[in-house]
């Protein structure tokens, strides 16, 4: 009957707090055939309970073990073949023998040590790479919670605009940061006209592996959100999300008039350019609009002198044939 109290006041222990590496992977008969023999120095007696708080310091609450344990996906067995080493030799030792608590501490610091020292030299994961999707081979083993976190982002990645000109080709690459499984699903969805995540917005386009959307050649009609989610058989893994914005081939030509008729008023006659592009010169077709105008008001001129000098030698003859009749006029008389 004692024994029995004894036995589950130690599982109560246990199990109480949180697991932690030891806790995980070293079941609670082998723990209480451990802890049977722990003797404390200074009164000489037998202490079960005080054996457990010092499994709790070495491994559960140290650090040190924890990091160690955060291993990639599948790597968890190992840990447990690790560790396994190091406490059940100990166990088959000290099974129903007595020793004092000192020898526990050396012993049980010694594997805790040899667990850190081989458990780090597993492959770590590459880590998870924000902001969205459900990235398995992100996710890192726990050994507080016995489980591998996943990397806890959303499914819904942000909306990246996309401005293309009307009879313009337009492509979506639906592509993430970190390694996708072999077996995906690529659906494509579309939005008209409105910016939007809701799933009930969309109609679905297409269906296939073909992580790339083109779009020859755009018109009004194709502006909107577009959405591609990838699944791994029904596990949905990413939505990532497109809003295409179409400018009409009038109006983007129009812009580009005033713009060029904005440049033309800089000081200089020179043409903004853009970063990276060469720069161009707007003299020569200045120095053409001069030439133009420059000739145009000399024939003008031109032209004027010349209907000025005809209207003074019109009028010089005129005045000459008076004189003649007058005279003629006078001889009759």
């Given at each position: 009957?004692?024994?029995?109290?004894?036995w589950?006041?130690?599982?109560?222990?246990l199990?109480c707090?949180?697991l932690s590496?030891?806790?995980?992977?070293?079941?609670?008969?082998?723990?209480l055939?451990?802890?049977?023999?722990?003797?404390?120095?200074?009164?000489?007696?037998?202490?079960?309970?005080?054996?457990?708080r010092?499994?709790?310091?070495?491994?559960?609450?140290?650090?040190?073990?924890?990091e160690a344990?955060?291993?990639?996906?599948?790597?968890?067995?190992?840990?447990?073949?690790?560790?396994?080493?190091?406490?059940?030799p100990?166990?088959?030792?000290?099974?129903?023998?007595?020793?004092?608590?000192?020898?526990?501490?050396?012993?049980?610091?010694?594997?805790?040590?040899n667990?850190?020292?081989?458990?780090?030299?597993?492959?770590?994961?590459?880590?998870c790479?924000p902001?969205?999707?459900?990235?398995n081979?992100?996710?890192?083993y726990?050994?507080i919670?016995?489980?591998?976190?996943?990397?806890e982002f959303?499914?819904?990645?942000?909306?990246?605009?996309?401005?293309?000109?009307?009879?313009?080709k337009?492509?979506?690459?639906?592509?993430?940061?970190f390694?996708l499984?072999?077996?995906?699903e690529?659906?494509?969805?579309?939005?008209?006209?409105?910016?939007?995540?809701?799933m009930?917005?969309?109609?679905?386009?297409?269906?296939?592996?073909?992580?790339?959307?083109?779009?020859?050649?755009t018109?009004?009609?194709?502006?909107g959100?577009y959405q591609?989610e990838?699944?791994?058989?029904s596990?949905?893994?990413?939505?990532?999300?497109?809003?295409?914005t179409v400018?009409?081939?009038?109006?983007?030509?129009?812009?580009?008039?005033q713009?060029?008729?904005?440049?033309?008023?800089l000081?200089?006659?020179?043409?903004?350019?853009?970063?990276?592009?060469?720069?161009?010169?707007?003299?020569p077709?200045l120095?053409?609009?001069?030439?133009t105008?420059?000739?145009?008001?000399l024939?003008?001129?031109?032209?004027?002198?010349?209907?000025?000098?005809?209207?003074?030698?019109?009028?010089?003859h005129?005045e000459?044939?008076?004189d003649?009749?007058?005279?003629?006029?006078?001889e009759?008389?």
């Amino acid at each position: 009957m004692c024994r029995a109290i004894v036995w589950l006041a130690s599982v109560c222990l246990l199990i109480c707090p949180s697991l932690s590496c030891y806790d995980c992977f070293i079941d609670v008969e082998e723990s209480l055939r451990l802890c049977w023999g722990h003797v404390l120095t200074n009164t000489n007696v037998r202490n079960m309970d005080e054996c457990f708080r010092k499994l709790d310091r070495i491994f559960n609450t140290n650090q040190t073990v924890i990091e160690a344990g955060r291993v990639g996906e599948g790597f968890d067995i190992k840990l447990k073949e690790i560790l396994e080493a190091e406490i059940l030799p100990i166990v088959e030792e000290f099974d129903q023998n007595l020793n004092m608590d000192t020898v526990y501490e050396r012993r049980l610091q010694t594997a805790a040590d040899n667990f850190i020292a081989a458990a780090s030299k597993l492959p770590r994961v590459s880590g998870c790479f924000p902001p969205c999707g459900f990235q398995n081979a992100g996710a890192v083993y726990n050994c507080i919670t016995c489980q591998y976190d996943s990397c806890e982002f959303p499914l819904d990645c942000p909306v990246e605009e996309i401005e293309v000109m009307e009879n313009h080709k337009a492509q979506m690459w639906c592509d993430v940061a970190f390694d996708l499984p072999s077996d995906i699903e690529v659906i494509w969805r579309f939005a008209e006209e409105i910016k939007t995540q809701e799933m009930d917005q969309f109609i679905e386009v297409t269906a296939g592996v073909d992580r790339l959307y083109s779009i020859p050649s755009t018109s009004l009609q194709h502006q909107g959100t577009y959405q591609c989610e990838i699944y791994s058989g029904s596990r949905s893994i990413v939505r990532i999300y497109f809003y295409i914005t179409v400018t009409p081939q009038l109006v983007a030509g129009h812009t580009e008039l005033q713009e060029i008729f904005d440049l033309s008023l800089l000081p200089g006659g020179q043409l903004l350019t853009a970063p990276g592009a060469a720069p161009r010169s707007f003299l020569p077709l200045l120095l053409v609009l001069l030439t133009t105008c420059l000739t145009t008001s000399l024939l003008l001129l031109f032209l004027t002198l010349g209907v000025l000098y005809w209207s003074s030698s019109e009028e010089d003859h005129n005045e000459g044939d008076a004189d003649d009749d007058d005279h003629f006029e006078f001889e009759m008389s």
